[in-house]
């Protein structure tokens, strides 16, 4: 099946913020816990938050706080809001699931960027 497509990133000052969107079809989206991680050059990929099925979420400490997912399955689509960033959320973004990693679903990311 296709793989997951990321949306929404840019370049943005610190203490500004963005919403990034994933997309996928619908059974790949909406049958499962959704995740959004993300990669630092030099860095591992990391998860920084996650969301079920039944919208209960969860966040990374780095994150908790400023970062807010949320899911529309109408719209086969899971989001993710980014407020008060800060140069350490320089990254690439990426969607996935959470419970089983399917890596022939990881698609191209967005990149973020957070300098002055």
């Known amino acids: 099946q296709a793989r997951f497509v990321e949306s929404g990133g840019g370049l943005v000052q610190p203490g500004g913020s963005l919403r990034l969107s994933c997309t996928g079809s619908?059974?790949?989206?909406?049958?499962?816990?959704m995740g959004w991680y993300r990669q630092a050059p030099g860095k591992q990929r990391e998860l920084v938050a996650r969301?079920?099925?039944?919208?209960?979420?969860n966040y990374a400490d780095s994150v908790k706080g400023r970062f807010t997912i949320s899911r529309d399955n109408a719209k086969n689509t899971v989001f993710l809001e980014m407020n008060s960033q800060k140069p350490e959320d320089t990254a690439v973004y990426y969607c996935?699931?959470?419970?089983?990693?399917?890596?022939?679903?990881w698609g191209q990311g967005t990149q973020v960027t957070v300098s002055s």
């Open positions: 996935n699931w959470v419970e089983v990693v399917v890596i022939a679903l």
């Open positions: 969301v079920s099925v039944g919208g209960s979420t």
């Open positions: 619908g059974s790949t989206i909406n049958s499962n816990t």
